[in-house]
Nanobody
Framework: QVQLVESGGGLVQAGASLRLSCAAS????????MGWFRQAPGKERDFVAI????????YYTDSVKGRFTISRDNAKNTVYLQMNSLRPEDTAVYYC????????????????????WGQGTQVTVSS
């Protein structure tokens, strides 16, 4: 099993920055990638960004490209999401996720392909 613990959410004004952290523990060697999804009230859980543990390949949803940066610290088994130029439409619960199948197996943007989840952290951006 893998346990994921997020931190770093909060309430900010539009244009501000936040950094989310996700610390993994347990059988982390069994995971290939970690990343972030978000879910706004009444909406589906959407892909935000992901990074692979080995070579650090990164993928982003179009709406956050140029504003968000995902990074990893392999020694700490921790993934970060630096969020700049935040917008009200970024408001959501942000979930850390990890998968035990390679991205080459498909479904990198599909939350059902991720088998480990954190508890979620609220990000609220006011206009």
């Amino acid at each position: 099993q893998v346990q994921l613990v997020e931190s770093g959410g909060g309430l900010v004004q539009a244009g501000a920055s936040l950094r989310l952290s996700c610390a993994a523990s347990g059988r982390t060697f069994s995971t290939y990638a970690m990343g972030w999804f978000r879910q706004a009230p009444g909406k589906e859980r959407d892909f935000v960004a992901i990074i692979t543990w080995n070579v650090g390949s990164t993928y982003y949803t179009d709406s956050v490209k140029g504003r968000f940066t995902i990074s990893r610290d392999n020694a700490k088994n921790t993934v970060y999401l630096q969020m700049n130029s935040l917008r009200p439409e970024d408001t959501a619960v942000y979930y850390c996720a990890a998968r035990s199948t390679p991205l080459a197996a498909g479904g990198k943007y599909d939350y059902t392909r991720y088998n480990y989840w954190g508890q979620g952290t609220q990000v609220t951006v006011s206009s």
